[in-house]
């Protein structure tokens, strides 16, 4: 079993920084790529960034430039530097990871539980 923990979300004021951490445990061989996305109440789901496990990155058009996706690969964790947050920023923000099972040698796509930002004007 995989999971993903999430954590560093809060309230922030416009304009102020926030960092999110996505630590992965349990029967892991690898892990692939590792992205963040969010979801507004009533809105679906949106890719916010992504990370190669060799440090390629692609973000969203709303949000380049400002915030910053990372990863430490020894151990099994990625990061988002948000910066100069915006009220449309608010949002649940899910981490996603694709896992290579040490149990089974199956690949699967896993996701966090969820952590809130809110961004105040």
């Known amino acids: 079993q995989v999971q993903l923990v999430e954590s560093g979300g809060g309230l922030v004021q416009a304009g102020g920084s926030l960092r999110l951490s996505c630590k992965a445990s349990?029967?892991?061989?690898?892990?692939?790529?590792m992205g963040w996305y969010r979801q507004a109440p009533g809105k679906q789901r949106d890719l916010v960034a992504t990370?190669?496990?060799?440090?390629?990155?692609n973000y969203a058009d709303s949000v380049q430039g400002r915030f910053t996706i990372s990863r430490d690969n020894a151990k099994n964790t990625a990061y988002l530097q948000m910066n100069s947050l915006k009220p449309e920023d608010t949002a649940v923000y899910y981490c996603?990871?694709?896992?290579?099972?040490?149990?089974?040698?199956?690949?699967?796509?896993?996701w966090g539980q969820g952590t809130q930002v809110t961004v105040s004007s």
């Open positions: 990370i190669t496990s060799g440090g390629i990155t």
């Open positions: 996603n990871a694709n896992i290579k099972s040490a149990q089974w040698g199956l690949t699967f796509d896993w």
């Open positions: 349990g029967s892991i061989a690898s892990i692939n790529a």
